[in-house]
């Protein structure tokens, strides 16, 4: 298990990001760095080549920047949308947060409290 390294920061090795990381990004991590590019146009153009080659394991295309982002997605995704079948690794992703009864209850809570929000 690697804790990783995100703009300097090094984060706890139980932390969701660093379990999200391990799980998902691991694999892929080298390959995501060789993307950078101190152009801005041709980091974006390398980010979408990325993005093509491992679509089924994003839940938007925006969540290809960095893990952080993609966290941030996916669970937008766990909290917004049904539970998925887990069929592919962009839907495991979601189902990654209900590993965590306080997660699911925070959804719970969220979804409750939006719900409430409509007329």
Not at 61 to 88: K, M, Q, R
Request: hydrophobic share 35%; proline share 4%; charged share 25%.
């Amino acid at each position: 298990m690697t804790n990783i390294f995100y703009e300097r920061v090094v984060v706890k090795p139980n932390s969701y990001i660093n379990a999200f990381y391990n799980e998902f990004w691991a694999d892929i991590y080298g390959e995501w760095e060789d993307t950078g590019s101190s152009n801005i146009e041709q980091r974006y153009d390398n980010l979408n080549a990325f993005y093509h080659k491992y679509q089924d394991r994003f839940v938007t295309d925006y969540a290809v920047v960095n893990p952080v982002e993609d966290i941030a997605e996916s669970f937008s995704f766990f909290i917004l949308s049904p539970e998925p079948t887990g069929e592919t690794i962009s839907e495991k992703k979601i189902l990654f947060f209900y590993k965590f009864a306080e997660l699911v209850k925070l959804r719970d809570e969220i979804r409750k409290q939006i719900c409430s929000l409509n007329p």
